[in-house]
């Protein structure tokens, strides 16, 4: 508007039949701009209102961190978002080599008091297929249904060998202390009696 | 055979080439029967059957919504699609999973495009579990994809990701190496 202002007293100094015109479709120009800077930020706003609402998964925590086929496993998740209404979680166990999927778990995630998204599961594999869980959230909230997964949420099951077998020889050693022992003195004492034997003859 | 003159001999040998021409003839009839048939609902809620698809050589994928590398498998599926015609290869994704509607796909769909802006515009079907029962391997694991010949014959079957072509150079060396679509196809198309 300053600008028009400007040019009017131009154009009166040098008396220019044309300076009316001109002043107008500065105006115009001028609210032109205005109202298309107003509308990108209304649509700015509006955008930004509408990813607001939208839920977002901050943060997933599984107990046990690596848990083990056909074990219980805890799925918190610090979820943000207005208006949710009901959280389903889906549980697929996988095979992280091949990526073939076996066993699904559908489960609605409960609000506990520290104002996460709480679920529990019990893995179900039990021929040794999977090695890994995959999640997928479908979250709804003001009605819609946002579908949340990521290939970066993935959990590996515990099913290292060499964990069995060292609990098994925990096992074996907590139930019979000292039996491998046991033979190797029955075996001396055998061939002890043996040789006294053959000595005396 | 000393009593038979030229032109009986050409005659004999004319019919004997005939012969052996016919019976390839109807041998290749008889190889032209469908081998493997099932039925399905498609989105629009009607019966396919594979057998409509003979001739050409068709993917059948089993998948459900809930499974990652299913996801995984739309993108790989969508290339295949892309480089062979309409009448060489046909896709169709079956799903598995009888808690998942044909709203559910149409759903997945339609994220697929809007996120990843991938269209799947192969066809796509609900299966009320006694494909999945007859075809599933005895690991039971998705997604299964099996490639028929253009006679309905069983050419590959793999579960798990199969790729079309090419391996991501971050494939880890630990894991199984994968499959390739590609080549199995080819196979059938340019033997």
Redesign the interface.
């Known amino acids: 508007m300053n600008y028009c202002i400007n040019k009017n007293i131009y154009n009166q100094k040098y008396d220019n039949v044309l300076s009316n015109i001109v002043c107008k479709k500065e105006v115009i120009s001028d609210m032109k701009i205005r109202y298309t800077i107003l509308i990108i930020l209304m649509l700015c706003i509006f955008t930004v209102n509408i990813t607001a609402a939208e839920p977002t998964i901050n943060n997933i925590i599984i107990i046990p961190e690596n848990p083990k086929p056909e074990s219980s496993v805890t799925i918190i998740a610090d979820i943000s978002g207005e208006n949710i209404s009901e959280i389903i979680l889906s549980v697929s166990e996988c095979d992280a080599g091949t990526g073939a999927c076996f066993e699904n778990h559908h489960v609605t995630m409960t609000l506990n008091q520290q104002g996460t998204y709480q679920a529990e599961i019990t893995l179900r594999d039990s021929r040794g297929r999977t090695d890994s869980l995959e999640y997928q959230f479908t979250i709804t909230a003001d009605g819609e249904e946002y579908i949340r997964s990521e290939e970066s949420w993935k959990t590996y099951l515990d099913i290292s060998p060499s964990n069995e077998n060292n609990q098994g020889d925990e096992d074996k050693t907590n139930d019979t202390p000292g039996f491998e022992l046991l033979i190797v003195i029955t075996a001396l004492f055998v061939s002890l009696i043996l040789l006294k034997k053959r000595d005396r003859r | 055979v000393r009593y038979i003159n030229n032109s009986n001999r050409i005659t004999l040998i004319f019919i004997i080439i005939i012969f052996i021409l016919l019976t390839g003839c109807i041998q290749e009839t008889n190889n032209s029967a469908y081998a493997n048939n099932f039925s399905f609902t498609d989105l629009k809620g009607d019966t396919i059957e594979l057998q409509e698809y003979k001739g050409k050589v068709v993917i059948v994928d089993f998948w459900?919504a809930?499974?990652?590398?299913?996801?995984?498998?739309m993108i790989e599926l969508k290339m295949t699609y892309e480089n062979y015609s309409r009448e060489q290869l046909e896709i169709i994704s079956l799903n598995i999973?009888e808690?998942e509607s044909i709203d559910t796909i149409i759903?997945f769909i339609n994220?697929f495009d809007q996120y990843l802006n991938v269209n799947l515009d192969w066809i796509f079907g609900n299966d009320d579990g006694t494909v999945w029962e007859k075809y599933k391997l005895e690991?039971?694991?998705?997604?299964?994809i099996y490639i028929f010949d253009q006679n309905g014959n069983v050419h590959f079957v793999h579960?798990?990701?199969a790729f079309y072509d090419t391996i991501p150079e971050d494939w880890p060396p630990?894991?199984?190496p994968p499959e390739r679509l590609k080549p199995k196809i080819d196979e059938l198309l340019y033997k």
């Open positions: 459900a809930w499974c990652g590398p299913c996801q995984y498998q999973d808690r759903d994220a690991t039971e694991g998705i997604p299964t579960e798990g990701i630990h894991q199984a």
